[in-house]
């Protein structure tokens, strides 16, 4: 029986990403897909025949550009295309504001509609991008282990404190006091205007269950302004739509030597003595392998262990981890 040393579940956007690096690493590979094609919440769908779009993923401005150096992707066909406009808001009663990637031409746009927000407008971008370089840090960091920490983490550890000294006193003090932030009230500390409000804020709460005022919601605001966007956000499309990022990355996976199967479900992660061994498919074959990495979402990953493996707490908080309603998005 061929042995990997990692078999990847799922082929979204995350697990293609974790394949490609691994089997850059000289490791083998092997990604499992229960989809008939590679993606995930990165694909581009037929909504009529002919007629593709975005499925809830229509941007990539939160793919990393060492990510796109990394894996040779531009080599593989992915264009990205970066407006000049990140953001809009249109007003019913005509026009709206357009928030331009260029802070000063952002804020003129804001001074034609409300002209006590303009410099507020240029405080808080400053002000986010300066938090943010800091959140690059984290949002880079490989998470410690608490019950084992290693030299590693200790020296991440040193290399987050260095980043938060850097900041400096009076941006120290902010940063701790906006990350746990609702973001409503992070972005009214220095706007007024509703509809601009609204605009900022909604980067806060984007692809998650929290509402504006949600405590934790500015946190995500700053972590999704990390890579120089400010508090516009960095706005980014692939050309061919998410899709093209999805193939990219397939096609890099393969080019380092992973082996990539769509149409087959995993059902099963199998295990011996409190270690992964592979994974048990839905045709009843089963796939050795020294690691097993999941993609899939916390609930659907503890769904493919046994209680016993996955242990009473584990289990319960996974099962308490909310993920209640719909989305409906419209892209214009």
Same mark, same amino acid.
């Given at each position: 029986?061929?042995?990997?040393?990692?078999?990847?579940?799922?082929?979204?956007?995350?697990?293609?990403?974790?394949?490609?690096?691994?089997?850059?690493?000289?490791?083998?590979?092997?990604?499992?897909?229960?989809?008939?094609?590679?993606? *995930?919440?990165?694909?581009?769908?037929?909504?009529?025949?002919?007629?593709?779009?975005?499925?809830?993923?229509?941007?990539?401005?939160?793919?990393?550009?060492?990510?796109?150096?990394?894996?040779?992707?531009?080599?593989? *066909?992915?264009?990205?295309?970066?407006?000049?406009?990140?953001?809009?808001?249109?007003?019913?009663?005509?026009?709206?504001?357009?928030?331009?990637?260029?802070?000063?031409?952002?804020?003129?746009?804001?001074?034609?509609?409300?002209?006590?927000?303009?410099?507020?407008?240029?405080?808080?971008?400053?002000?986010?991008?300066?938090?943010?370089?800091?959140?690059?840090?984290?949002?880079?960091?490989?998470?410690?282990?608490?019950?084992?920490?290693?030299?590693?983490?200790?020296?991440?550890?040193?290399?987050?404190?260095?980043?938060?000294?850097?900041?400096?006193?009076?941006?120290?003090?902010?940063?701790?006091?906006?990350?746990?932030?609702?973001?409503?009230?992070?972005?009214?500390?220095?706007?007024?205007?509703?509809?601009?409000?609204?605009?900022?804020?909604?980067?806060?709460?984007?692809?998650?269950?929290?509402?504006?005022?949600?405590?934790?919601?500015?946190?995500?605001?700053?972590?999704?302004?990390?890579?120089?966007?400010?508090?516009?956000?960095?706005?980014?499309?692939?050309?061919? *739509?998410?899709?093209?990022?999805?193939?990219?990355?397939?096609?890099?996976?393969?080019?380092?030597?992973?082996?990539?199967?769509?149409?087959?479900?995993?059902?099963?992660?199998?295990?011996?003595?409190?270690?992964?061994?592979?994974?048990?498919?839905?045709?009843?074959?089963?796939?050795?392998?020294?690691?097993?990495?999941?993609?899939?979402?916390?609930?659907?990953?503890?769904?493919?262990?046994?209680?016993?493996?996955?242990?009473?707490?584990?289990?319960?908080?996974?099962?308490?981890?909310?993920?209640?309603?719909?989305?409906?998005?419209?892209?214009?």
């Amino acid at each position: 029986m061929t042995v990997y040393d990692a078999v990847l579940v799922g082929a979204g956007h995350n697990g293609l990403v974790a394949a490609a690096y691994l089997a850059k690493a000289g490791r083998r590979v092997l990604v499992l897909e229960r989809a008939e094609e590679v993606g *995930g919440l990165a694909r581009t769908l037929e909504i009529a025949p002919g007629y593709r779009a975005p499925g809830p993923l229509a941007t990539v401005g939160g793919l990393r550009r060492s990510v796109v150096r990394d894996l040779g992707l531009a080599s593989h *066909g992915l264009r990205v295309v970066r407006p000049e406009v990140a953001a809009f808001a249109p007003d019913p009663d005509g026009g709206g504001i357009a928030l331009h990637r260029d802070p000063h031409r952002a804020a003129e746009e804001v001074k034609s509609r409300s002209p006590a927000d303009a410099e507020g407008y240029l405080k808080l971008d400053r002000r986010v991008r300066s938090v943010a370089s800091f959140v690059a840090y984290v949002a880079a960091a490989t998470p410690p282990d608490l019950e084992r920490p290693s030299l590693a983490d200790a020296l991440t550890g040193l290399t987050l404190g260095r980043a938060f000294r850097r900041l400096g006193e009076r941006a120290r003090r902010e940063a701790l006091r906006m990350l746990p932030m609702p973001a409503a009230d992070l972005v009214g500390d220095f706007v007024e205007d509703e509809r601009l409000r609204a605009l900022l804020a909604a980067r806060g709460v984007s692809l998650t269950a929290m509402g504006p005022w949600a405590a934790g919601s500015g946190a995500w605001l700053l972590l999704r302004s990390v890579g120089g966007g400010g508090v516009a956000g960095e706005t980014a499309y692939a050309i061919g *739509g998410p899709g093209a990022l999805a193939q990219a990355l397939a096609t890099s996976a393969r080019g380092f030597g992973a082996e990539i199967r769509t149409g087959e479900e995993v059902v099963a992660v199998t295990t011996r003595d409190d270690r992964a061994t592979g994974v048990a498919l839905a045709s009843g074959e089963q796939i050795a392998a020294r690691a097993v990495v999941s993609a899939a979402d916390p609930k659907r990953t503890l769904g493919l262990l046994t209680p016993e493996v996955a242990g009473p707490t584990l289990l319960w908080r996974g099962r308490n981890l909310r993920a209640p309603g719909s989305v409906a998005l419209v892209n214009v």
